[in-house]
C-alpha cells in the first residue's frame, strides 16, 4: 500500500473517532500520520499532524483535572457523611445532656463552614479550567484556520502571504503557551522564502527555455521560407526558359487537372479515370516532378476499385 493511500485511510479513521469523542485513541494515529507525512517530505501536513496530536493530549489532559476535580468533591462530601454520622452516633448510648448541645452545635457549624468553602474553592477550580479549556480550543481552532489558508497560498505558489499566514498562526500558538508548534510555525514562515526563491529559479530557467525554443523555431521557419521562395524562384526561371509551346502545355495541364478534380467529386468516375490517363500523357511533355505522376497513377488506380 503506497504511503498516500495509508495516509487517506487514517485520516478517515481520525474522523470517525472525533465523532465518537473517542481522543485517546487519536493520539498514536496522529503520530503514525506525522511519520508518513515526514517520509513523503510533506511538511505542512507533518507539522499539522503534530499540532493536532499535540491540541488532543492537552485537551486529555484538561478532561482528567475536571474530573479528578469532581471526585475530590464527592470524597470531600463521603467524608463529610461520614464525619456527621460519627458525630450523631455515639458508640455507647447515653443520655443526651443539655450542657453538650451547644459544643456539637458549634462543631457541625464550623464543618459546614469548612465544607461550604472547599465546595466554592472546587467549583470555582472547575469553573477556571473549563474557561481556560475553551478559550484555548478557541484560539487552536482560529490558529487551524488561518494554517489552512497558509497551505492554501503556498499551493498556488503565492509564497509571501503563506509566510504572513504561518507568522500569524504561530503567534497565537505562542500566545496559548504552545511554544514549540509557535516555533515550528515561525520556522515555516522562513521556508517559504527559500521556496519562492527556488521556485523564481524554476520559472527562470523555463521561462529561458522556451525564449531558447521559440528562437530556435523562428530559424528553423524561416529557412524553410527562404527555402520555398528560392525553390520558386529556381522553378519560375527554368520555367522562362521553356519554349512557348511547352509552357502553354503546362497551363493546359493545370487547368484539364482542376476539371477533372471538379468532375470526379460529382462521381463521373469513368470520365474522370479517362481524363486523369489523358493528363499522364501531358505530363510526359512538359517537365513535371515524380511526385505529381505518382499522384495521378494512384488516383486512377483507386477509382477503377469503384
Known sequence: MSLNKKADELESELKNYKRSKDFEKMIPIYA??????????????????????????????????????????????????????????????????????????????????????????????????????????????????????????????????????????????????????????????????????????????????KQKEQELYDARASKIIADKEEKKRLEQEALNRLPPEILHKIDLAKVFLQKTEIMESKGKIEKSITRYKYLLELYDEIPVNKEQKENIRNKIKELEKK
Open 32 to 209: 503514525e500520520l506525522e511519520e508518513i507525512y515526514k517520509k513523503l517530505n510533506y511538511t505542512f501536513l507533518e507539522k499539522k499532524a503534530a499540532t493536532e496530536m499535540f491540541k488532543y493530549q492537552k485537551h486529555i489532559e484538561l478532561s482528567k483535572l475536571s474530573q479528578n476535580a469532581i471526585v475530590d468533591k464527592k470524597e470531600v462530601k463521603e467524608v463529610k457523611e461520614v464525619k456527621e454520622v460519627k458525630e450523631i452516633t455515639p458508640i455507647k448510648p447515653q443520655p443526651v445532656k443539655p450542657q453538650t448541645s451547644p459544643s456539637i452545635s458549634q462543631e457541625n457549624q464550623i464543618n459546614k463552614t469548612v465544607n461550604h468553602d472547599t465546595k466554592k474553592s472546587r467549583a470555582e477550580k472547575i469553573k477556571e479550567l473549563q474557561s481556560k479549556k475553551e478559550i484555548e480550543q478557541q484560539n487552536v481552532d482560529k490558529a487551524n484556520i488561518i494554517l489552512d489558508k497558509a497551505q492554501s497560498h503556498m499551493k498556488k505558489k503565492e509564497f509571501e502571504l503563506a509566510a504572513k499566514f504561518y507568522r500569524e498562526s504561530s503567534e497565537i500558538f505562542k500566545e496559548i503557551g504552545w511554544n514549540q508548534q509557535a516555533s515550528q510555525l515561525n520556522q515555516e514562515a522562513l521556508n517559504m522564502q527559500e521556496m519562492q526563491e527556488e521556485y523564481l529559479k524554476k520559472i527562470g530557467k523555463i521561462k529561458l527555455k
